[in-house]
């Protein structure tokens, strides 16, 4: 293990960690410092990281809440939103229903829509249930939220695979007995320069007698958009979107000891298009003679046909605890089905492909569309037995098992290609190619996965002395994941393929918790997490040139991840002040990196042997002085590879070079807030600010490799010569976001809140993308411009 990182993070997390053990001892020796005068209490969050609730500070590792008063305060309406003002997280936004969440650096490149292997490197849960899928995390609604916890780290030992950066969970209100209330919310907002949105939103919840009651929540959010198309699929505003859904929960209490919660959860989002600023295309560049030729601006992309993204998501599931006097029984059942369409105008692609095969340019102009499809149907059960006995000695132990089936597919329908196909490369290619799969699409694949797993957990904490407390967890896991793999058309391979992954061991973790005063609590942990290997799909090898074939032909599999993350932290809070630290080093091996390859329009993973990421957070809530609060958050990360990768010929793979740095990931992020609440004409009021900064990152590895790049598209075409070039800067810019807003209560229980986010109409680049390596469409997702908008609330 390197040590010079970890020196770096010590030292840089001193002066404020030695800040807050000075205190500590010296509220050790006297009575806690008196509460200025009218402060405000900072509120005690209540938390379920470790699967039985306790609160936040008592939580012995790294953790933030945001509670439902915070979310709706900062208008995040998204995951994405939400995370800026969490120390640690990142999210690259790939697209609408795309993006890939990392905690703490611990992050290998763009995941896109079709690499249905590769696993998750942080898990996300609904309540008790887990969501995340790879890339096509849901992003569900934020409304009638208890919570959004975010565990940093690697939380194997209780959460299993997937969760080896760390784990965020929608914490939901649940059905209240004898309690009867409910909320309506009504939102409206406008894009500048773009279109509006806006949103109505209930819930309400029902006393069904003294021992059950009933919770509905529903939703309907309408998004704007901001990205506009030229060509024959243009539009103003084509990545407009909606997200409808509900939840439906019972609590039923038959018993003290008896607890039954069954709940049914349904989310659809759609969206028109994506958030796509464009830099070349095929078909409208600088370098075109025989159509005017096209130079993009802002928030512009160029489209044959419109695009599409649709998610549907079911969860049923069933919670049942049971008190056992010594002890509390719990069983989670969980049944989740879900279809994806991710549906993308890949005429560029198709039209690349032709002018290499020297279609004329009536089969190059045709209108191409790439449908990837997944349909995913999982059902998982937990059982765990947990200590509620008071005494020195606490301890749970659980089961888990997991059986779930994605079939994922791609067509690529493109009217009238196999005439052109047949009429250049000669009567019967078309058929020839076609492996059993529909006429007029050259390329089609189907890739079922079944996956089972199975384990065994448990973790036991003992107090040491009166301040000390020592944890101890492991938990064992066996997986078997199964995959057939079958492709035709002119562009693939023609494959007939079934192979199986499977692996097994142990994922421990240890704790100790310093309880130095009552309001100050030194944490150290040493903990391991873990990620599924697999099989890479083949090459498209038809499309691939002879050098891209040699480089990336050899990576058939992909191992299993591992790393070992250590930790030391501190948690201090007192009247009118939370203060939260860590200090970090995780050393990764087999880090499965994914790189674009190259001309094949293949995305290939492989292993780096070693990277590591280490770093320092920091959230902090302090109240100065009566209703003035002032709110902090922030990390820095040195996240990078300790391992070069070479290809066949000796030349650096994909920017896989020691030193580099990881990709996704910003060096630094914070969030600094200023909320006042005040009284105005009687009524409590608030205005608050905030400022967010994400610093730069690259989207994959190779991007920090001969940058600015310069992509030669060798696509002679529309008067375009072969040797036109883009060059682009691919290190994506750092930003920052300014928001405001200010609310009011009125009476009854109506209140209404305006706010502007992103104030000055910051332009962010959030993520790279490339078609075809560069060849046949380059572009950048772009973050929402400025925002108005207002929301009314009624709780009732």
């Known amino acids: 293990m390197k040590l010079r990182p970890m020196a770096k993070a010590v030292l840089l997390a001193f002066p404020s960690t030695l800040a807050i053990g000075v205190a500590g001892i010296a509220s050790a020796q006297q009575t806690p410092p008196p509460k200025p005068e009218g402060a405000q209490k900072v509120e005690s969050i209540t938390v379920t990281a470790t699967k039985r609730e306790s609160s936040l500070q008592d939580v012995p590792f790294s953790i933030n809440a945001q509670t439902e008063e915070d979310i709706r305060r900062s208008g995040s309406q998204t995951l994405e939103d939400l995370s800026r003002n969490i120390a640690g997280v990142a999210i690259q936004n790939l697209g609408p229903g795309q993006s890939q969440v990392s905690i703490r650096g611990v992050a290998s490149g763009q995941i896109v829509r079709d690499q249905p292997g590769v696993k998750e490197q942080v898990g996300v849960y609904l309540d008790e249930t887990a969501i995340s899928m790879s890339l096509f995390t849901p992003d569900l609604d934020l409304f009638d939220l208890n919570r959004v916890e975010t565990l940093r780290g690697p939380q194997g030992t209780l959460y299993g695979a997937g969760n080896i950066g760390g784990t965020m969970r929608y914490i939901t209100n649940a059905a209240k007995l004898g309690v009867s209330e409910g909320v309506v919310e009504v939102n409206a907002n406008k894009i500048s320069g773009g279109s509006a949105g806006g949103g109505l939103k209930a819930a309400l919840n029902v006393p069904m007698s003294d021992t059950a009651a009933a919770r509905m929540v529903a939703y309907y959010t309408r998004f704007g958009g901001w990205a506009d198309a030229l060509g024959p699929g243009g539009a103003k505003d084509v990545n407009e979107g909606d997200r409808i859904g509900g939840r439906l929960s019972f609590t039923f209490q038959p018993s003290r000891d008896l607890t039954i919660m069954p709940r049914i959860v349904y989310q659809k989002s759609t969206y028109d298009g994506f958030n796509r600023e464009e830099k070349y295309n095929l078909y409208a560049n600088p370098y075109t003679t025989t159509v005017p030729p096209v130079t993009f601006g802002e928030d512009q992309q160029y489209l044959l046909q419109r695009e599409k993204f649709e998610d549907k998501t079911t969860i049923a599931d069933l919670v049942i605890k049971a008190g056992l006097g010594f002890s509390e029984l719990t069983s989670v059942t969980t049944y989740t089905d879900r279809n994806i369409l991710v549906s993308r105008d890949a005429s560029a692609l198709t039209g690349s492909v032709s002018v290499d095969l020297k279609f004329p340019t009536a089969g190059v102009l045709l209108p191409s ?19 509620t006995a008071k005494g020195p000695l606490q301890w749970l132990a659980g089961a888990f098992y997991a059986d779930s089936d994605r079939k994922y597919a791609q067509r690529l329908p493109t009217p009238g290609y196999d005439a052109v196909t047949n009429a250049v490369l000669g009567a019967g290619t ?23 797993q199975y384990a065994l957990f448990g973790e036991v904490s003992y107090d040491i002395t009166n301040q000390l407390t020592g944890t101890a967890g492991l938990r ?51 903990s391991k997490g873990f990620r599924l290997g697999g099989v890479n799909d083949p090459l498209n090898l038809p499309l691939c040139s002879t050098q891209d074939r040699a480089i990336f032909g050899g990576y058939q599999r992909f191992s299993d991840e591992s790393l070992w993350n250590y930790e030391v932290g501190v948690k201090t809070q007192h009247p009118g002040f939370r203060f939260n630290a860590a200090a970090f080093h995780t050393q990764m091996k087999d880090l499965q990196v994914t790189l674009d390859a190259g001309s094949c329009s293949s995305r290939v993973v492989f292993n780096v042997p070693k990277a590591h990421s280490t770093g320092v957070e920091a959230e ?26 070479r290809d066949g010929t000796g030349a650096v793979l994909g ?106 109409d910051e332009k962010a680049l959030l993520s790279f993308d490339r078609e075809r390596g560069g060849r046949a469409r380059l572009g950048f997702a772009t973050n929402q411009p400025r925002t108005f908008g207002v929301t009314l609330r009624k709780t009732f």
Do not use: C
């Open 369 to 387: 569309r790439l449908n990837d499809t997944t349909d995913f149907k999982g059902f998982t059960q937990e059982l765990r037995l947990a200590s």
């Open 430 to 452: 078309a058929a020839g190619a076609a492996n059993g799969f529909p006429a007029d699409s050259p390329y089609n694949a189907d890739i079922p996965y079944n996956l089972k």
């Open 476 to 526: 064992y896991y066996d997986y078997k994941e199964e995959r057939t793999f079958k492709s035709g058309g002119l562009f693939a391979n023609g494959d007939n393929a079934s192979d199986e992954t499977k692996s097994n061991g142990t994922n421990p973790r240890f704790l100790l918790a310093y309880k130095m005063s009552p309001g100050v609590t030194w944490n150290a942990q040493a």
């Open 620 to 645: 902090m809530t302090f109240f100065p002085m009566d209703r003035l609060e002032l709110g902090f958050a922030g990390s820095y990360v040195q996240a990078e590879f300790d391992s070069t990768v």
């Open 655 to 760: 920017g896989i070079r020691e030193g580099n740095r990881l990709p996704s990931v910003p060096k630094g992020q914070m969030t600094a807030s200023i909320t006042y609440n005040f009284t105005a004409m009687g009524r409590e009021s608030y205005v608050s600010a905030s400022w967010q900064y994400v610093g730069s990152r690259f989207t994959q590895p190779s991007d920090q490799e001969n940058n600015p790049r310069t992509f030669v598209h060798g696509l002679p075409f529309l008067g375009a010569p072969a040797t036109a070039a883009t060059t682009l800067d691919l290190e994506l810019p750092s930003y920052n976001l300014v928001n405001l807003s200010a609310g009011m209560d009125f009476e009854k229980g109506f209140s209404a809140i305006l706010y502007v986010n992103n104030v000055t």
